[in-house]
């Protein structure tokens, strides 16, 4: 790491010393994850801005799988055959045990399902990390932004009202600043005053379904908002040209935990996007490993003592002298008599234990 980004990170530890947020997610397009260097450096920086959860957008990994990274840190990928696109969500080692459950949606998405809390009626926090096609693929192949939007809708859907959502990811859209008022999905922060053709579709989906894009909604330098800057792109006053394309995007009933939202410099990960990263006032508490039970299996019965066993034939043996020879014949009575035998027998002390071949504990029946 440079001095220069050192400087840097150590600037945001500082800011973040005394803050009321028990939550980090962000979201960076990494821009390709394939060399094992460019992992570690991921790691470190993942650990130096003392994130949670990053969404990484164009990961060029092909298949999916679930990656245990450097640490300890989880990577839950998912990506295609043709060497680009790709989407994951790194999840920090203390949360690992939180993750309930995992989609591999389709190249550009990916959802992860996590317990706030180790509670069995504990609400779910569902993220949501995607790579929208770029502008000039939406003009020229519909129906792939199409897809797009249709496979994020149904995915949110099934989100119950009670859960929490976070959707992060590369939208390459660009999004004008509200002019309207708070109820809108976009604050007045952002990086444009306009929108492309992307950036209404992401606008109105986001209305739709209620839901706010955080990083618009605070006032920070322009800097500090575009998430993407240019290489050889100039403005014709020679500045390089910077977009606001990265989001982090949650439920209009969540943005009162979200305290921060802004793009950082300072990753050692190479690329030529900034991480946007979101601080919540919400507390993921750890989850404890759960224990794989095997199959129950059901021991013999009690060796019985002398007495229970003793008392135990007395009473079938008297149960049976009961029985008249002429109720043979009779069914009702025969099945009575059964009745009578089979509850007499019931009540004797005879104990079944069930064991757990894996654990020291017995459960009586």
Known sequence: MSQKNDSRVQVFQKQQRGRETSCRAGTFNVRSLKSAIKKKLLVEDFENFRLDILGLTETWLDGSSVDNMENGHMLYRS???????????????????????????????????????????????????????????????????????YALRDSIVKVKKRDI?????????????????????????????????????????CGEHNLMLCNTFFKHRMQHRATWFSDGLKHSDGKPVRNMIDYIIVRRSSMVQVTEARSYGGFSTRSDHHPVIADFRLTLR????????????????????????????????????????????????????????????????????????????????
């Open 165 to 205: 959502i976070w959707i992060l990811g590369d939208f390459n859209a660009k999004v004008g600043s509200s002019v309207s008022g708070s109820r809108e999905p976009v604050g007045c922060f952002s990086k444009h005053r306009f929108s492309n053709a992307n950036g209404e579709r992401l606008v109105e989906f």
């Open 286 to 365: 750890r989850c404890q490993p759960e224990e794989r039970s095997d199959e129950l299996c059901f021991a013999s019965y009690n060796q019985p003592t002398r007495e229970a066993a003793k008392e135990y034939s007395d009473s079938v043996s008297e149960k049976l002298s009961n029985i008249s020879p002429t109720a043979i014949n009779d069914v009702e009575n025969i099945d009575a008599a059964w009745d009578s035998l089979y509850l007499s027998s019931m009540t004797l002390p005879v104990r079944l234990w069930v064991k757990f071949p894996n654990a020291n504990v017995q459960s009586r029946v």
């Open 79 to 149: 990506g295609g055959s043709s060497g680009r696109a790709g989407v994951g969500i790194l999840i920090h080692k203390r949360l690992v045990n939180n993750v309930v459950s995992y989609k591999f949606i389709s190249d550009r998405m990916i959802l992860v399902r996590l317990r706030v809390s180790p509670r069995a009626d504990s609400p779910m926090v569902v993220i949501i990390c995607c790579y929208a096609p770029t502008l000039q693929r939406s003009t020229s192949n519909p129906s792939g932004a199409d897809d797009f939007y």
